[in-house]
């Protein structure tokens, strides 16, 4: 199908992403007379934009260098468009999208700008719209890799892993178990570190530390597999990506999926800053409760778990839970998973398979020095109806 007749005759380079879980692909954009027209987004013909449907994460001006799109007629959907030419171009067709136009709005009379920019948070949160979430959407798959490795070695800082063989087969067959029952296809690489804290943590790429604390605490393997489906939910809904991307800035983002490494420079320490909100640990349980159901693995056992957590932190005051502490109230999570509908379940771990996988630390392997601390990126302000982290 031919495209309709252009405005400009150049094509540009750019990266198109259909929504959350998609993925990103490389695609060919130009300017016609009825919208932006995507090429190379695998459909039978191209993809038509309407300027009059486009949103844009950061208002157009003459010294624009990129443009970062979404539209109304596909929800979910993004195009980044690392071109200077091809962002100034835009301007004339999508007059809406310029600081100007901002400005314009913005100089109506007082009661009419509070309703209108009420209105334009109000459209943004419905719309689910977030540019620091696309852009961690389109993350290659190496670049979050990268940053989840390096993550890891920063935040167990040189601690040694722990390898027992049973213990590691064991803990294989339970990740692997949780995640066939994400429905994503997505599988989860997960560590245990030789760290007395009780922790957890999720980061891009879908790795999971759990730490010796947190596994000899357990009781049960379902309580450990409570653990590791919220952590999955977090990686899911790519509430890592997406917090590092806001602490980098769009601009680093954005160059690591171009494939850069600008925004790289010691990364890890990113996560010591980083603390999910509420909604974010929400749909995290939320996944976590589906995941169990899927695997057929009793919610229980993250319920009993909330239960040992709410103990400690009245009588120890929440010292040695680690990231833990950051999340929501305990009894507010408990109460979500006590009220979940009850299913046939059966054991997410054999009895000589829980036994291994607690003894998993009476074998270590020493880890390589934690990455050297390098200044970040200033972090950049958060962005108006931005509440995911």
């Known amino acids: ?142 670049a979050r890799a990268m940053i989840g490795d390096q993550m890891v070695a920063s935040m167990t800082k040189g601690r040694a892993t722990c390898v027992a063989p049973a213990g590691l087969a064991a803990l294989d067959r339970l990740t692997a178990k949780l995640s066939a029952a994400t429905g994503t296809g997505q599988r989860f690489k997960v560590v245990v570190v030789d760290w007395d804290v009780m922790n957890a943590f999720a980061t891009p790429g879908e790795r999971i530390v759990l730490t010796r604390g947190l596994v000899e605490e357990a009781r049960t393997g379902d309580e450990v597999a409570g653990v590791l489906a919220h952590e999955m939910g977090h990686g899911i809904a790519l509430h890592p990506e997406t917090g590092i991307v806001r602490g980098i800035g769009l601009a680093a983002g954005a160059e690591l999926v171009l494939g850069g490494a600008g925004g790289l420079a010691n990364i890890g320490l990113l996560l010591t800053q980083m603390s999910y ?39 120890e005051g929440g010292s040695g839970m680690g990231v833990l502490r950051s999340h929501p109230q305990t009894e507010e999570r408990r109460a979500v998973v006590a009220a979940t509908e009850r299913y046939a379940a059966t054991p997410a771990l054999e009895a000589a398979d829980w036994v291994a996988l607690q003894s998993i630390c009476t074998v270590k392997e020493s880890a390589a020095p934690a990455p050297s601390q390098q200044p970040l990126p200033r972090p950049s302000q958060p962005l108006p109806g931005e509440t995911d982290t």
């Open 1 to 142: 199908m031919a495209l309709p007749s252009p405005v400009d005759d150049r094509f540009f380079v750019a990266r198109f992403s259909r929504g959350p879980g998609a993925g990103s692909l490389d695609v060919r954009v130009r300017l016609t007379e009825r919208g932006v027209a995507i090429e190379g987004s695998d459909a039978d013909a191209p993809l038509i934009w309407p300027y009059g449907a486009l949103a844009i994460a950061e208002p157009l001006s003459a010294q624009s260098i990129d443009a970062l799109l979404s539209t109304s007629d596909q929800p979910g959907a993004a195009l980044f468009v690392p071109d200077k030419t091809f962002a100034r171009a835009l301007i004339a067709p999508a007059p809406q999208l310029t600081i100007a136009a901002r400005r314009l709005r913005s100089a109506r009379p007082w009661f009419w700008a509070v309703g209108l920019a009420g209105a334009a948070v109000v459209a943004v949160w419905l719309s689910g719209f977030s540019p620091a979430r696309t852009i961690a959407q389109m993350l290659p798959d190496t």
């Open 277 to 315: 909100s509420r909604e974010a640990e929400r749909e995290a349980d939320q996944y976590a409760l589906s995941i169990l159901r899927g695997a057929q693995i009793s919610a229980e056992g993250l319920l009993r778990f909330f239960d040992r957590v709410a103990e400690m932190e009245e009588t």
